[in-house]
């Protein structure tokens, strides 16, 4: 038996939904607690399977975990052993190289598995390994798992060849215990990395520059536990945003922080969007026609390609043909063949798709192919006729905190079953 999520298509949502913490900065921050010496609170941790397996990773290190809220973690690395992670843990999320980072930078050694994550085509790290090699580690690949070790980390500077949000916060967590300064040049600039060098900074760490494309890290000795907040999820605040473009009406976005969203909401205004932005929300009025538009997906601050698949089923409803560039994952179309399977039509080619639109969506049986395509699926199941049986949910569920839950108090038809 399998676990699917089925809609009901055609409802208006209406009302208030409340974005949970940023997915793509947990995954980082909480490999980054074991960098302290003593307990580290993080406040707005999503309800996701991602936090889950790295919990289980933090168990494998004999780390502390405790919740104490429904979104509160402690993260106690006092008892912390420098262990071998080549748990199945490490391999059900991409984000697990992080611990790669934390480990090297803490005690100059850690062997792990591969990681490993949604398949979007080639995702190497190579950058990650030669920033860690700049320091002054060895790298080597035996037997599926990657050992790297350093006598000493030192300081030193280090280009990216391409912004890189992942390589970017390894090597900063594995650089605030190196003797002397590491800069960071063409560090990518995402509010992630804002975030968790923000953290790293609380618990002692002397980082600066985050949010630029140069970041310099000044080694300590020491760092210590502290308390920290999780910024709002901008990619599932833009997601909530595509739904309500699609069939919202007054719908009301809360904790979302505007400026991390203006690659978005300048598209959906472009498409006709009407959109009210305040400080910390954004409210959807209906939108009665929806123009076409083309996006190109860049680094940040340029659009995200984790918003690319979840638009590109608001643009089949838009009136004529809109273009999209995918420039970080050639390969991020594979919602496109699901999307024609409900009566979309796209033209996919290398790196591009072209959306011919208005089509009607009909509800059908679809794959999650990977986390964004998922929500994908949930858009076009709220717009589609009929019913849509979404299955991979886990998928969905490694990045969407209460997904279902937040979308039936909108007023969705959604809900899970379990099919043969």
């Given amino acids: 038996m399998e676990k699917v999520i089925k809609i009901r298509g055609g409802k208006t949502l209406s009302g208030e939904v409340s974005v949970s913490g940023a997915k793509n900065a947990t995954v980082a921050l909480i490999p980054a607690a074991i960098l302290a010496s003593g307990p580290v609170t993080i ?4 309800q996701i399977a991602d936090v889950q397996n790295l919990t289980k990773i933090l168990n494998l290190l004999h780390v502390e975990v405790h919740q104490v809220a429904k979104d509160h973690l402690i993260i106690d690395p006092g008892q912390m052993k420098d262990v071998e992670l080549v748990d199945e843990a490490v391999t059900k999320l991409r984000a697990s190289y992080y611990f790669m980072g934390a480990l090297l930078g803490k005690y100059g050694h850690v062997k792990m598995k591969m990681p490993g994550g949604c398949d979007l085509g080639p995702r190497p790290i190579d950058l990650h390994l030669k920033g860690f090699e700049a320091l002054g580690a060895k790298v080597t690949y035996e037997r ?14 280090i280009f990216l060849d391409f912004a ?31 975030d968790v060098a923000t953290l790293l900074n609380n618990m002692g760490a002397k980082v600066r520059g985050a949010g630029t494309d140069v970041i310099t890290i000044d080694g300590v000795n020491t760092m210590y536990g502290c308390i920290h907040e999780i910024i709002p999820d901008r990619i599932e605040a833009g997601t909530f945003l ?5 069939c919202g009406k007054n719908v009301t976005i809360k904790n979302v922080i505007p400026p991390h969203l203006e690659a978005l909401t300048s598209k959906l205004r472009e498409m006709g969007v009407p959109l009210k932005i305040e400080i910390d929300k954004i409210i ?6 929806l ?22 089923v608001l643009l089949t409803q838009a009136d004529g043909d809109s273009h999209v560039e995918e420039t970080i994952y050639k390969e991020r179309f594979k ?4 999307l024609n399977g409900m009566g979309a039509n796209i033209e996919v080619g290398p790196g591009e798709a072209v959306i011919h639109g208005p089509t009607p969506l009909f509800g059908a049986k679809v794959t999650a ?17 009929g019913i849509t049986e979404i299955h991979d949910i886990y998928h969905i569920e490694r990045g969407y905190s209460e997904i279902d839950q937040k979308l039936l108090a909108l007023g969705a038809e959604i809900w899970r079953e379990e099919v043969e």
């Fill in 291 to 312: 123009k076409t538009t083309d996006i190109t997906t860049r680094i940040y601050p340029g659009f995200p390609t984790d918003l690319q698949q979840p638009l590109t």
């Fill in 164 to 194: 890189s949000v992942g390589a970017t916060i390894n090597i900063m967590m594995a650089s605030v215990y190196a003797k002397g300064r590491t800069t960071i040049e063409n560090a990518a600039k995402e509010p992630e990395i804002i």
């Fill in 144 to 157: 599926g798992c990657y050992v790297i070790k350093a006598d000493e980390l030192v300081g030193t500077n």
């Fill in 369 to 385: 192919t990977d986390l964004r395509c998922g929500a994908a699926m949930l858009v076009a199941g709220l717009i589609a006729d």
């Fill in 284 to 289: 959807v009025k209906e939108s009665h026609s």
């Fill in 43 to 46: 406040v707005g941790v999503p």
């Fill in 335 to 338: 919602h496109c063949e699901e």
């Fill in 242 to 246: 595509i739904m309500a473009a699609a």
